[in-house]
């Protein structure tokens, strides 16, 4: 069965800091990979997807995932956090052209900014 | 309208009581998901429809857990007897393709609590 790990259940960083958040995946075959954010009280929202292609994957609010199939990993980052980055961040995989579209997730990382 | 829309935002239940959850897609999107989320979580599949048809309920945890949606458009998640390890948020989300886009939105989400 497939499963995502999120290391770290928090992370304090200062703003301005560079930021990683790291995800690891035990899975069959590559899957498609995910980060959503989620703010309290607030839906998952999306913040970038790996499908396929080049390894290094830009999405919004200036945040970059890096897809390394050797390690099962993909790492989120930013190079400069802003006091509103701070949320729970969570990775999800999702199984290539099967039906039904379910994600699964990992267990989070609570990022906490400090000023 | 713009978005999801989930209701009640919270939920208090007694402990046996039966409950039901409402989501409100946005409108025209075909598939429509439930997540359950509990406390410091990631979220966790429960069930999946293609328009008005359930094609994935895997993820429910118990009998006691039954999802609709008639009409192709709001769904409603009811749970009977509820117990304490109920507590959770309940996700909903949509997409407009039932293919794979993964261009999930996500609701706020009601939060249950069981006493």
């Known amino acids: 069965a497939q499963s995502v790990t999120q290391p770290d259940i928090h992370i304090t960083v200062s703003e301005g800091a560079s930021l990683e958040l790291r995800c690891n995946y035990s899975?069959?075959?590559?899957?498609?990979l995910f980060w959503y954010v989620q703010s309290p009280g607030q839906g998952l929202q999306l913040l970038l997807k790996?499908?396929?292609?080049?390894?290094l994957v830009q999405g919004i609010k200036g945040f970059e995932a890096e897809f390394k199939r050797s390690q099962s990993s993909f790492n989120l980052r930013k190079p400069s956090v802003h006091w509103s980055d701070a949320a729970e961040y969570f990775c999800?995989?999702?199984?290539?052209?099967?039906?039904?579209?379910?994600?699964?997730f990992g267990g989070g990382t609570r990022v906490l900014v400090k000023p | 309208g713009a978005g999801v829309s989930q209701s009640p935002r919270y939920k208090v239940a007694k402990r046996g009581q039966d409950v039901a959850l409402r989501c409100d897609p946005i409108?025209?999107?075909?598939?429509l998901f439930w997540y359950q989320q509990a406390l410091g979580q990631g979220p966790e599949f429960l069930t999946y429809?293609?328009?008005?048809?359930?094609?994935?309920k895997s993820g429910l945890p118990s009998d006691r857990f039954f999802a609709e949606r008639p009409e192709g458009s709001v769904s409603t998640l009811k749970i009977q007897r509820t117990q304490q390890e109920d507590s959770a948020v309940y996700l909903c989300?949509?997409?407009?393709?039932?293919?794979?886009?993964?261009?999930?939105?996500f609701g706020s989400g009601t939060r249950l609590t069981v006493v």
């Open positions: 989300a949509s997409s407009l393709k039932w293919e794979n886009d993964y261009g999930y939105t």
């Open positions: 899975y069959g075959a590559t899957p498609y």
């Open positions: 790996y499908f396929s292609g080049d390894t």
């Open positions: 999800a995989v999702a199984p290539i052209k099967a039906a039904g579209n379910k994600l699964t």
């Open positions: 409108s025209g999107h075909v598939s």
């Open positions: 429809f293609q328009n008005e048809a359930q094609l994935d």
